[in-house]
């Protein structure tokens, strides 16, 4: 059973360009939504966090946007860059890092230069 | 160390063989997790450990999946009678956040990528 459904599975965005990525959950107990950044041959590395008291959180050019009655979480990276090519995993769990995250299946982003 | 560190980073082994993955976290991080991800796939937890404890195995596969951290640092994955629906990158995290203070993000290694033939 996939807990988390993560789209689109690619996605191609000029250089300068928005680019979002949306995520949706089942299970009501995810407190805890990390969104991940894995370049090939290299483990997932963690990019933002959100805790669901909290409608968005910035981070420099990335934002998380989170909907709590929707059970709908984003990542939005604004000024896309080449650099940020890579794939994407936004993720669940309950009671923050000390359990396990529930992965969504990717989004494998290019940024045309 | 600088991070959690992985070995061997390649492991092509014969159907049938048994295999071991070392994963090496980060100094004084009390939680560690295995998770395997197929090809094109996100992470699926397999393990969590809460220092030698082994709090969590309800994602390994199946009873030929074997893991352990005796000394609540060094964790390894053991594979027996490997099968090529086996094959995956094993990703290895740690974190600072245990049940009584759950926060700290996790750290991933750069996985063991098993290929079985």
């Known amino acids: 059973q996939q807990q988390v459904k993560q789209s689109p599975q690619s996605l191609i965005v000029q250089k300068g360009g928005i680019s979002i990525i949306n995520c949706a959950y089942e299970?009501?107990?995810?407190?805890?939504f990390p969104w991940y950044q894995q370049f090939p041959g290299k483990g997932p590395a963690l990019l933002i966090a959100?805790?669901?008291?909290?409608s968005e959180k910035k981070e420099g050019r990335f934002t998380i946007s989170f909907n709590k009655s929707a059970k709908q979480f984003s990542l939005h990276i604004m000024d896309s860059q080449p650099g940020d090519s890579a794939t994407y995993f936004c993720?669940?769990?309950?009671?923050?890092?000390?359990?396990?995250?529930?992965f969504g299946s990717g989004t494998q982003l290019t940024v045309l230069p | 160390g600088a991070g959690v560190s992985q070995s061997p980073r390649y492991k092509v082994a014969k159907r049938g063989q048994d295999v071991a993955l070392r994963c090496d976290p980060i100094?004084?991080?009390?939680?560690l997790f295995w998770y395997q991800q197929a090809l094109g796939q996100g992470p699926e937890f397999l393990t969590y450990?809460?220092?030698?404890?082994?709090?969590?195995k309800s994602g390994l596969p199946s009873d030929r999946f074997f893991a352990e951290r005796p000394e609540g640092s060094v964790s390894t994955l053991k594979i027996q009678r490997t099968q090529q629906e086996d094959s995956a990158v094993y990703l290895c995290?740690?974190?600072?956040?245990?049940?009584?203070?759950?926060?700290?993000?996790?750290?991933f290694g750069p996985g063991t990528r098993l290929t079985v033939t």
């Open positions: 995290a740690s974190s600072f956040g245990y049940a009584g203070n759950p926060f700290g993000e996790q750290y």
């Open positions: 299970n009501t107990a995810f407190d805890y």
């Open positions: 959100i805790r669901p008291d909290v």
């Open positions: 993720a669940a769990s309950t009671s923050g890092s000390a359990r396990q995250l529930t």
């Open positions: 100094s004084g991080h009390v939680s």
């Open positions: 450990f809460q220092n030698e404890a082994q709090l969590d």
